[in-house]
């Protein structure tokens, strides 16, 4: 086995300054150049649309097809793009040598290359893949705080977004000094919308695996839930039109159904004793209800395309007894990407003007569709 790889240790703070080597060499070939927009400046309300892609990179052929996806997003007009998580393969699943070994410096810095090489402004928010899974290497050893911590310093650092286009972003690092650990959560506003990036990664969010990483996840939930209730006091304080929230976990919401939806969806049992997306899920409702306008979830994760409404009223639900349905919060929608080994990319209208703000549609990739054989 390698030695475990060490570099900056997981306590500490991310970086305030951004070094542009690789942005400006892009910047130099490209044809449009580089330029940074400021989100909170672009004009009144109006109709735009903007990308979302995740669970991408997992293999030597989905790496391929991710070229085709940065040409059809780059041949779109959009005002930028998120990338939910999980850019590379997990070890659980991962064959040495088809494609880039997960966890690497090598491979983080090609996924930074690749995200660079968009034409637009890109955002993007860590999987389980990146940093929590890097544990179930068998022929490397991985820390995989100190992966996160090395995500932070090569993905989160200043306030742009990735991209040939940057965008200026509010850090919560940039915050709050009790939450300078947290550069990857961020928020950006255009045309009256609020987008939040809110860092909670797959495998049951890094939680019930360890006292290690017990410690991690109490500390990194605590900073999440406060992001989120401040990203929807700033949303009612300004009268913004709706909300966007990008996560990486599909955080299970079935598991906080009532047991007839449950029964009648045919869903099982939770895979997690105990889950690591209740407190976020709490306040998720909580949140959505006070706030009235439209609200919005991407996540990745679990690889299964699909636009629903999952998040139940739990105090009505609980009040007419188990054995009624549950009313869904019409305000509240939940957008999952596609995953591997599908690789294509969402595409998110926001209208300010829409009483339902958002619409999503499927941008299927021609090169990278799969008819059957």
């Known amino acids: 086995m390698s030695k475990v790889h060490r570099g900056k240790q997981p306590g500490m703070l991310c970086q305030k300054t ?36 995740g669970d991408t990179q997992y293999t030597a052929e989905d790496e391929k097809k991710f070229l085709n996806v940065i040409d059809h997003v780059n041949q779109s007009d959009l005002a930028f793009v998120v990338h939910v998580g999980d850019f590379q393969g997990d070890y659980g699943g991962y064959t040495e040598g088809d494609g880039m070994p997960p966890c690497t410096d090598q491979t983080y810095l090609d996924r ?41 310093e090569l993905f989160f650092r200043g306030d742009q977004s990735l991209g040939q286009r940057q965008l200026k972003l509010t850090r919560q690092s940039n915050t709050d000094p009790k939450y300078e650990k947290f550069c990857e959560n961020a928020y950006w506003i255009q045309s009256d919308v609020l987008f939040v990036t809110v860092h909670i990664p797959g495998s049951n969010n890094n939680f019930d695996r360890t006292p290690e990483m017990d410690r991690e ?90 636009i629903d409404k999952p998040l139940f009223d739990s105090k009505t639900t609980a009040a007419r007894g188990g054995s009624a349905r549950g009313r869904t919060l019409d305000n509240f929608t939940r957008v999952e990407t596609f995953g591997s080994p599908g690789a294509h990319w969402v595409r998110v209208s926001v209208d300010p003007e829409d009483p339902g703000v958002f619409t999503f549609k499927e941008a299927l990739v021609k090169k990278n569709l799969y008819l059957g054989k």
């Not at 400006?24 to 309300?45: F, Q």
């Not at 955080?251 to 004793?273: H, M, T, V």
């Open 217 to 306: 996840y109490a500390e990194r939930n605590t900073a999440n839930i406060v992001w989120l209730k401040q990203a929807f006091e700033l949303a009612k304080k300004n009268g913004y039109k709706g909300i966007l929230i990008f996560t990486q976990a599909n955080l299970n919401f079935e598991d906080r159904w009532p047991e007839r939806n449950i029964r009648n969806q045919r869903i099982g049992p939770s895979a997690y004793k105990k889950s690591g997306f209740t407190d976020f899920l709490i306040a998720l409702e909580a949140e959505t209800i006070a706030f009235g306008n439209p609200v919005a979830l991407v996540h990745g994760d679990t690889h299964y395309f699909r």
């Open 18 to 53: 951004w070094g542009f080597p690789i942005i400006a060499l892009i910047c130099a070939l490209a044809i449009s150049g580089c330029a940074t927009v400021s989100s909170d400046h672009m004009g009144g309300a109006r109709r735009f649309d903007i990308g979302v892609i």
């Open 112 to 152: 930074r290359d690749r995200f660079n090489a968009f034409r637009h402004p890109l955002i993007v928010t860590p999987g389980d893949n990146e940093w929590t899974d890097c544990h179930k290497s068998k022929t490397r050893r991985f820390d995989p705080l100190e992966r996160l911590a090395k995500l932070r």
